[in-house]
Antibody, heavy 121, light 112 residues
Framework: QVQLQESGPGLVKPSETLSLTCAVS????????WSWIRQPPGKGLEWIGY???????NYNPSLKSRVTISLDTSKKQFSLKLSSVTAADTAVYYC???????????????WGQGTLVTVSS | QSVLTQPPSVSGAPGQRVTISCTGS?????????VHWYQQLPGTAPKLLIY???NRPSGVPDRFSGSKSGTSASLAITGLQAEDEADYYC????????????FGGGTKLSVL
């Protein structure tokens, strides 16, 4: 059974860059999509973006200018960088595996436990 | 504002049947894209409940079922149990100007 585990700082200062990593264990990186999803406190889910095992990426247009998702297949991990953060970026950040095929994403069958990132000085 | 619209809350007594709607548009559900549902228990990560409109992953009770018609989808829960109290989210693909992956705003299910 594949497991995902997020890691990274729980506190980030405004205007700085949020950096998180998701380690994948118990399964292969291919041939899946790997996504980041966030959930502000008390609110709903927002998809941030994905990286396909081939390295191609796609981001939410609302965040595209600030987001970078990368993949390290040798370490079986993928990462999120979100620049110029504000208090509005405070959320629980989840990594998740998507079972889409080469035509596009589909649904998330495995999720990490989530990590709370607070943006505050 | 979410691309997919869900009622903020629904409730039901134990043993009853409840449904949660998910309304989209011609660029997502109405375009034929499948709808998936997730259950989020308090303080935990979302869990896949229904995929491909009406398919249950292994381990999900058959009390949970999904359907899709036109630009909308529904999640039905029969024989309501206290442990079903959670937030439920629908998700689909969007081919319009919004994000590729879109979620509903979530529905809080209360078991009375």
């Amino acid at each position: 059974q594949v497991q995902l585990q997020e890691s990274g700082p729980g506190l980030v200062k405004p205007s700085e860059t949020l950096s998180l990593t998701c380690a994948v264990s118990g399964g292969s990186i291919s041939p899946y999509y790997w996504s980041w999803i966030r959930q502000p406190p008390g609110k709903g889910l927002e998809w941030i973006g994905y990286i396909y095992y081939s390295g191609s990426t796609n981001y939410n247009p609302s965040l595209k200018s600030r987001v970078t998702i990368s993949l390290d297949t040798s370490k079986k991990q993928f990462s999120l960088k979100l620049s110029s953060v504000t208090a509005a970026d405070t959320a629980v950040y989840y990594c998740a595996r998507d079972l889409g095929d080469g035509y596009g994403p589909y649904y998330f069958d495995q999720w990490g436990q989530g990590t709370l990132v607070t943006v505050s000085s | 504002q979410s691309v997919l619209t869900q009622p903020p809350s629904v409730s039901g007594a134990p043993g009853q049947r409840v449904t949660i709607s998910c309304t989209g548009s011609s660029s997502n559900i109405g375009a034929g894209y499948d709808v998936h549902w997730y259950q989020q228990l308090p303080g935990t990560a979302p869990k896949l409940l229904i995929y491909g409109n009406n398919n249950r992953p292994s381990g999900v009770p058959d009390r949970f079922s999904g359907s899709k018609s036109g630009t909308s989808a529904s999640l039905a829960i029969t024989g309501l149990q206290a442990e079903d109290e959670a937030d439920y989210y629908c998700q689909s693909y969007d081919s319009g100007l919004s994000a590729d992956v879109v979620f509903g705003g979530g529905t809080k299910l209360s078991v009375l």
